[in-house]
């Protein structure tokens, strides 16, 4: 299994950025996904999940803002992350099971 985050970056308050998570190494369509975070100091956190069939579960923290999706053809998810504030500030892991990816750090700062 490998599972591979991109699109994080800097971002000033009210911002947006897409993360991305290519996935390979299993039966993608069959498996619930989520994106978890973690803040400096703090513990890692549940964001979303979406499952097979295209549910989707949010952290309060983020419900109204944060969307996330997949396409099934490119084994990809992705986490739409608008309205942006520095407690968003943190490394984003892209999860599934018991494997994690590398994660990739999302900045909020003006």
């Known amino acids: 299994v490998q599972l591979v985050e991109s699109g994080g970056g800097l971002v000033q308050p009210g911002g947006t950025l897409r993360l991305s998570c290519a996935a390979s190494g299993f039966t993608f369509r069959l498996y619930t996904m989520s994106w978890h975070r973690q803040a400096p100091g703090k513990e890692r956190e549940l964001v979303a999940t979406i499952g097979p069939g295209g549910g989707t579960v949010y952290a309060d923290s983020v419900k109204g803002r944060f969307t996330i999706s997949r396409n099934n053809a490119e084994t990809t998810v992705y986490l739409q992350m608008n309205s942006l504030n520095s407690e968003d500030t943190a490394v984003y892991y892209c999860?599934?099971?018991?494997?994690w990816g590398q994660g990739t750090q999302v900045t909020v700062s003006s």
């Open positions: 999860h599934i099971s018991t494997y």
